[in-house]
T-cell receptor, first 116, second 116 residues
Framework: DAKTTQPTSMDCAEGRAANLPCNHSTISGNEYVYWYRQIHSQGPQYIIHGLKNNETNEMASLIITEDRKSSTLILPHATLRDTAVYYCIVRPRANAGGTSYGKLTFGQGTILTVHP | GAVVSQHPSWVICKSGTSVKIECRSLDFQATTMFWYRQFPKQSLMLMATSNEGSKATYEQGVEKDKFLINHASLTLSTLTVTSAHPEDSSFYIC????????????FGPGTRLTVT
């Protein structure tokens, strides 16, 4: 019952920007959008997260639409090492306890392949 | 900072034997640890959530008597696969959360289990 929809796969040329879309039309007001990636045979790596404002860090930028129903992860200058599965996850705000505290529900993600 | 290790990184065992996988938070105290399983070409599936000093909470469909989780300290959680069978062969990944630092989950590198 993943709450997000992502394209199955995308290609990108090395050095170009990679724009990965994510639909989360049922997102609620207390849920953040998180992005993780998983390089083959490794554990997931946190990339970025946001609530409603656009966010940027050293790895990527996150653009969230005004209605919060979709977002785009941008890798500004993709490298071969960015080839991975990218997961978009919606997750509630920090909550003191409860059975869903801290849980991440992974969908199928987008397989991004960066070509030379 | 926020490094999580797993040991072993890979293990091969015979059917019917038990295997223990360790997950350690190296530079922080993890208030909560999570265990995931990932079959080839599939996404991560949460198996259980564990809090230090208390019993783990298992996801629906995960046999608690087969996958024993111990979270005896704030830096160590163990997953024991009891009476392993070939269908238990998978990639097991742990993550750790320290809510006094942030709300992020930090993932270990994973353990590849092969049951022959």
């Amino acid at each position: 019952d993943a709450k997000t929809t992502q394209p199955t796969s995308m290609d990108c040329a090395e050095g170009r920007a990679a724009n990965l879309p994510c639909n989360h039309s049922t997102i609620s007001g207390n849920e953040y959008v998180y992005w993780y990636r998983q390089i083959h045979s490794q554990g997931p790596q946190y990339i970025i997260h946001g609530l409603k404002n656009n966010e940027t860090n050293e790895m990527a930028s996150l653009i969230i639409t005004e209605d919060r129903k979709s977002s785009t992860l941008i890798l500004p200058h993709a490298t071969l090492r960015d080839t991975a599965v990218y997961y978009c996850i919606v997750r509630p705000r920090a909550n003191a306890g409860g059975t869903s505290y801290g849980k991440l529900t992974f969908g199928q993600g987008t397989i991004l392949t960066v070509h030379p | 900072g926020a490094v999580v290790s797993q040991h072993p990184s890979w293990v091969i065992c015979k059917s019917g034997t038990s295997v223990k996988i360790e997950c350690r938070s190296l530079d922080f105290q993890a208030t909560t640890m999570f265990w995931y399983r990932q079959f080839p070409k599939q996404s991560l599936m949460l198996m259980a959530t564990s809090n230090e000093g208390s019993k783990a909470t298992y996801e629906q469909g995960v046999e608690k008597d087969k996958f024993l989780i111990n979270h005896a300290s704030l830096t160590l959680s163990t997953l024991t696969v009891t009476s392993a069978h070939p269908e238990d062969s998978s990639f097991y990944i742990c993550s750790a959360l320290a809510d006094y630092i942030s709300y992020e989950q930090y993932f270990g590198p994973g353990t590849r289990l092969t049951v022959t």
